[in-house]
Every structure is written in structure tokens, then in C-alpha cells.
């Protein structure tokens, strides 16, 4: 869809795993994320492998922040979208990026999808990983908000320590929301994007 791609803006970059991968591909990335620990995880985690000057990041967010307009492409990977809860949100995350693209660029992103979501029915999920150091238990437990399509995760991680025995305990409540294709249909001929592929 936009093969003479060289600019890319990502909207929640994270550590930079993904825009790492582009900028050692050619691409100039610039990247967005609410997070300053996980812009310092990505730079602390690949300061020595990682030298490339085609990668950026701006601690922001990606409804509001603004570096500039001329890019090609914007992606939003890991469900992004899907955090912004709210018709606001998800409608000033496309503004967003609708005003960062030189014209006729294209915006990528994935999400929930409705559908898949209430077929599958979000379950509590628990996963185990250890290492000679740490042992690491966490629970996902769901609420889910079928009218609203709104999955409430409540995450409980246990880490436990080999070598003292100490355990710790860290909670996080991650609130996601699912979308039907023609939401974001609608969505996005409120924000100037045509729908070009969806699968």
C-alpha cells in the first residue's frame, strides 16, 4: 500500500523490539511511548549491539503527541488501539495520526477483534517461568463487559527469588477494548482514513 515507505512513526514503541527490526531494515523510525521505563529498558537492554542512528523514541502519547507531518507511515502494533476505551480515545489516537502522515500515507495498527474475543471467551490464564535465578508465576484473571466489548485483565505476578526465597507480589489491571470491522469503518471515515484492508 505505500512501498516508497522511508519515514515511519510508531505509536507505543515500547522497548523498541519492532523498531529496532525496521531501522536496521533502512527505515528512519521515530517512535512514541507513554512508558520512560520501557524507552530506558530498550535503551539500557541494546546499548551495545544497538548503534543505529535510523531509530528514535519521545516519551508521549500517542493521542496527543506530535513530532511532525511528513511521515509516510504510522504503526501501532500490540493492540494500542485497543487501550483506548472511549470513542474519545480511539477517534483522538486516529486524529493522531492522520495529522503526523503526509498525504495519502497509511496508518497500520491491530486491535481485539469482537468477534474472536466472545467466540474464544477471555479465560483465567496463569503462566509459569523460571531460570537458575527467578521463578515467575502470573495470573490473568478477566472481567469481561460483553456490551461494551470491554475486557477488564487483572494481572497478579509472583516472583519469587532462588536463592533467598523472597517473593514479591505485583499487580496491574489492564483494561482492553474489542472492535467489529465496521467500527472501525466508522472510526475512520470520522478521522480522514479510508479502510484499505482489514483481516
Known amino acids: 500500500y505505500k512501498p516508497e515507505t522511508q519515514k515511519i512513526l510508531e505509536f507505543g514503541s515500547g522497548s523498541g523490539i519492532h523498531g529496532r527490526i525496521l531501522a536496521n531494515a533502512g527505515f528512519q523510525i521515530s ?16 546499548q551495545e549491539k544497538d548503534q543505529n542512528t535510523n531509530m528514535s523514541c519521545t516519551k508521549g502519547d500517542c493521542t496527543s503527541t506530535v513530532l511532525r507531518d511528513d511521515f509516510d507511515t504510522v504503526i501501532s502494533l500490540c493492540h ?3 487501550y483506548q476505551t472511549s470513542n474519545e ?24 477483534f469482537a468477534p474472536a474475543v466472545w467466540h474464544i471467551g477471555p479465560t483465567l490464564r496463569v503462566k509459569r517461568v523460571s531460570n537458575q535465578k527467578l521463578s515467575v508465576t502470573r495470573i490473568a484473571e478477566p472481567e469481561c463487559f460483553q456490551k461494551q466489548n470491554i475486557v477488564k485483565v487483572n494481572y497478579q505476578t509472583f516472583v519469587e527469588d532462588l536463592k533467598s526465597n523472597h ?32 483481516e
Open 31 to 46: 517512535g512514541i511511548e507513554r512508558s520512560q521505563k520501557m524507552i530506558d529498558l530498550g535503551l539500557s537492554s541494546n
Open 80 to 82: 494500542v488501539l485497543s
Open 167 to 198: 517473593i514479591s507480589e505485583i499487580k496491574e489491571n489492564h483494561e482492553m477494548r474489542a472492535f467489529e470491522t465496521d467500527e472501525i469503518k466508522e472510526f475512520a471515515s470520522q478521522t480522514g482514513f479510508i479502510l484499505l484492508h482489514s
Open 89 to 112: 480515545g480511539v477517534l483522538a489516537m486516529l486524529e493522531n495520526a492522520h495529522r503526523q502522515l503526509k498525504r495519502g500515507g497509511v496508518f497500520i495498527f491491530d486491535y481485539w
